[in-house]
């Protein structure tokens, strides 16, 4: 079975974090959550990025604010899909800073980056790439989306009565 790790930098992240939690155990994908941080424990950051591959790990989501090193470092030395969330922390510029920092990655250290605090869509997108060669996790994505067009034909139906 296939396994998302969620890491974030610092516990304050969780709030924001939880949205990813809450999608993958919905589409039944176990999950791994951690705080490492870029740059308060930078020896944990090695050893996670270096070995979650060999510890069963399909995707990884990393949540960062402020100047959110964290998912382009992990992406630094794993070979898995790292997969990077923006946190609009405490210390940031209106989270630009966040977002800049995880999308502006160099050539060849790839970091798929969600809107600012957009960890449910990280973990459908982690959802996504697991579902790429598990048709359980595909067919409850084909099911997912089905009711989101289902949501928004009934509130249109609502409109015109």
Known sequence: MSKVAIIMGSISDM???????????????????????????PEKLFDFSKNAHIRGISVIIAGAGGAAHLPGMVASMSPLPVIGVPVKSSNSIDGWDSVLSILQMPGGVPVATVALNG??????????IIGSHDKKVLDTIIAYKEELKAAVNKAAEGLNR
């Open 15 to 41: 709030p924001v974090m939880q949205d990813a939690i809450d999608i993958l155990k919905q589409f039944n994908i176990e999950v791994e959550v951690d705080i490492v941080s870029a740059h308060r424990t």
């Open 119 to 128: 960890a449910k869509n990280a973990g459908i997108l982690a959802a996504q």
